[in-house]
């Protein structure tokens, strides 16, 4: 039987796992925190569950359908669109195709005109029938070059994508990949926002759970300080690997390194992704009864980034609060100094604006994550510079988002394309 060893516990190292033992290998997977999951975990406070910033997954996604029993993970769904927010103003925007409720409204909207509206349906058909491989083939623009050279004017450019896929890459700027755009744009036309009623850490949990079922071997609180091929010959003599505070070492048939990118450069020597993304999510609550008239749709900030949207949690997936309270998350793009009082002003003082006819001196508090790595940067033509699943020395495969582009998708698909290579190379 060969032995592979699984460094790394994220959603990539996961899949990998199981889809390893499933196929006959002896598989031991090792991650340094307590608890699997990576970048997508859940905090459960007796009230209130926080996700690890603001994360959801996008159902459309082929690798969530595919790695995932999307059933039992109790999904509650975002209703398509979102509502664009400004000083005394809202208006909603969504898919009356998928959304029969917000045709009106749609219509109605002035902050978008109705040639944009029409490109939009016009986008969804031209992307549908494309590939990922497809999509992101050939050369590469920034989103804003390409939604210019699209058409799109500027009102749709300010009033919708800068807060929406400023909120989606992490850079408010568009200068990010126009890929990245087509793709997510094709799965949110395709599939639902979502998220599990008992948080987003429901998603490793249940990759973790399948794995064990299919025997492999998972070590939490276990951090591997080397990944080193063992013998002459690089690709048959096996690997050897040392873990903190254990005397010796463990040699395996292969190793999947599936961390984050920093880490997975450090035990291979391969150039990852260096410049990141980073991000601030604070979860605030209102007693149940405001009634602030989303219908579930996330808020735009159109006006600034301060926050950059905000999220009506409890009104999607009630579990997220108790029955007296919402739950609402605001994001900043980047980690910005103010502390945890300044940031609820500025939710405030938002919300404020946004609803002159409602008061916030009940907004409370609950709780903030800072997250200094969320993603890794997207310019246009990044994936040229990114590593493969081989290029390591020695029977040293590598798994996470960061050998594709940086998503809950290409981290899934990952280990299931480092996978394979382990079966093919290996001969299991």
């Known amino acids: 039987m060969t032995d592979v060893a699984v460094v790394g516990g994220g959603l990539a190292g996961l899949v990998a796992a199981r889809r390893l033992a499933e196929a006959g290998a002896r598989v031991e997977l090792f991650e340094r925190r307590e608890?699997?999951?990576?970048?997508?975990?859940?905090?459960?406070?007796?009230?209130?569950?926080?996700?690890?910033?603001?994360?959801?997954?996008?159902?459309?996604?082929?690798?969530?359908?595919?790695?995932?029993?999307?059933?039992r993970l109790d999904l509650r769904e975002f209703p398509p669109g979102a509502v664009i927010c400004r000083p005394g103003h809202r208006s909603t925007l969504s898919d009356p195709l998928r959304d029969l409720s917000a045709l009106v409204p749609t219509l109605l909207n002035r902050d978008i005109r109705t040639a944009d509206k029409l490109r939009l349906f016009q986008l969804q058909r031209e992307l549908k029938g494309k590939s990922e491989r497809e999509i992101f083939a050939g050369e590469d623009t920034s989103i804003r070059a390409f939604l210019a050279d699209y058409g799109f004017s500027q009102s749709?450019?300010?009033?919708?994508?800068?807060?929406?896929?400023?909120?989606?890459?992490?850079d408010r700027s568009l200068e990010s990949s126009a890929a990245v755009f087509q793709y997510t744009f094709k799965c949110l036309s395709e599939g639902a926002i979502a998220v599990p009623a008992a948080g987003m850490g429901a998603?490793?949990?249940?990759?973790?759970?399948?794995?064990?079922?299919?025997?492999?071997?998972?070590h939490a609180g276990e951090t591997v300080t080397t990944v080193a091929p063992d013998g002459e010959d690089p690709r048959t003599d096996g690997v050897a690997l040392t873990l903190d505070g254990v005397t010796g070492t463990r040699r395996f048939d292969a190793c999947v390194v599936a961390t984050n990118p920093k880490a997975a450069s450090g035990l291979t020597g391969i150039a990852t992704p260096d410049e990141t993304r980073s991000c601030t999510t604070g979860y605030y609550s209102l007693p149940a009864h405001k009634d602030l008239r989303t219908g579930g749709r996330i808020l735009l900030n159109a006006a600034d980034d301060?926050?950059?949207?905000?999220?009506?949690?409890?009104?999607?997936?009630?579990?997220?609060?108790?029955?007296?309270?919402?739950?609402?998350?605001?994001?900043?793009?980047?980690?910005?100094?103010?502390?945890?009082?300044?940031?609820?002003?500025?939710?405030?003082?938002?919300?404020?604006?946004?609803?002159p006819e409602h008061r916030f001196d009940d907004l409370e508090h609950e709780h903030t994550d800072r997250v200094a790595f969320a993603q890794f940067a997207q310019p246009?033509?990044?994936?040229?510079?990114?590593?493969?699943?081989?290029e390591p020395e020695g029977p040293v495969y590598l798994a996470g988002d960061y050998t594709s582009w940086s998503s809950i998708h290409a981290a899934l698909d990952s280990g299931g394309r480092a996978t394979q290579t382990v079966l093919d190379e290996q001969g299991i």
Do not use: C, K, M
């Open 306 to 355: 301060r926050p950059n949207e905000v999220a009506p949690l409890s009104a999607v997936a009630p579990e997220y609060a108790p029955e007296d309270r919402q739950l609402l998350s605001a994001t900043w793009l980047g980690v910005p100094d103010a502390d945890d009082d300044a940031l609820t002003e500025e939710v405030r003082e938002a919300l404020v604006e946004w609803y």
């Open 35 to 71: 608890a699997f999951g990576g970048r997508v975990r859940s905090t459960h406070d007796g009230r209130y569950t926080f996700d690890h910033g603001f994360q959801v997954l996008f159902t459309g996604y082929p690798a969530a359908r595919r790695e995932l029993d999307l059933d």
């Open 156 to 170: 749709l450019v300010e009033n919708f994508a800068e807060p929406f896929y400023g909120g989606i890459t992490l």
């Open 203 to 218: 998603i490793p949990e249940q990759l973790a759970t399948r794995a064990e079922r299919a025997d492999a071997t998972l």
């Open 380 to 390: 246009p033509g990044f994936r040229d510079d990114l590593p493969g699943v081989t």
